[in-house]
């Protein structure tokens, strides 16, 4: 994938824009084509394979409830506030070796996913964030997206969905992560808020099966729950009266 992360947390701070650097929307740094992608060790194309575990919400570890059997994950909230405070005391040079470590932890994290240690790879991508400058924001966005789907991989998908969420604050249009959230939210049964993903899957990429047929399929089964949830309102209603 373009290299695998992303957010663990509401608490999360909004991104600064002190930095104008512009995200760019073409994927040069990992790869557009399946031999770029294998050649940079980008994990993100499991997201767009309909037929991975990633790209599905299967997850190994997870028990058949759906919850992860392993423990929680640690603590992996990245401040950006502190960030954007302590990057203002640094020069360029020391902004520059930022940079450099922070593409280090994001390789090591790709490795370490390629190898099933989503645990580890979780760890390098938080310490990537940390060390990635916030003006660098395609960088960011693709940290925190491979962050993500790590999580996914050890059942923690509400996790997952906040690391989409935060990749997409630093693009908009990063189409693997709006992909990965949308299918993320109809498995959380979150289905008005995976109807507006795939729309704007459908907006950027009209030839997007997938989410044309669930743009398509949502509507009548939300219609439907909608239509429930009132009945059962009116009868609450009617029993209190």
């Known amino acids: 994938m373009d290299n695998p992360s992303d957010s663990k947390l509401d608490g999360n701070k909004n991104v600064s824009n002190n930095c104008e650097t512009p995200v760019s929307n073409n994927e040069n740094d990992v790869g557009s084509s399946k031999d770029e992608l294998n050649a940079q060790g980008d994990f993100e194309k499991l997201a767009l394979n309909d037929e991975s575990e990633e790209a599905n ?15 929680p994950l640690a603590d992996d909230y990245v401040d950006e506030e502190a960030l954007k405070a302590e990057e203002e005391k640094l020069t360029p040079e020391e902004l520059s070796e930022r940079l450099t470590k922070a593409k280090e932890h994001k390789d090591k994290g790709n490795e370490e996913f390629k190898e099933e240690q989503y645990r580890e790879s979780i760890m390098s991508y938080t310490k990537g964030l940390l060390q990635c400058p916030l003006c660098e924001k395609e960088l960011r966005s693709i940290l925190y997206a491979n962050r993500g789907a790590a999580k996914i991989k050890i059942g923690c998908k509400d996790l997952a969905v906040m690391d989409c969420s935060k990749s997409l604050e630093y693009n908009p249009d990063y189409m693997k992560s709006l992909i990965r959230r949308a299918k993320l939210y109809e498995e959380l049964d979150k289905l008005d808020e995976a109807l507006e993903d795939y729309k704007k899957i459908v907006s950027l990429d009209p030839s997007n099966r997938e989410a044309l047929i669930a743009t398509q399929r949502l509507p009548p089964i939300i219609n439907e729950r909608n239509e429930k949830l009132k009945t059962e309102m009116l009868g609450k209603s009617i029993i209190l009266n």
Do not use: A
Not at 57 to 71: F, L, Q, T
């Open 57 to 71: 919400g299967v997850d190994k570890e997870e028990s058949e409830s759906g919850e992860s059997k392993e423990p």
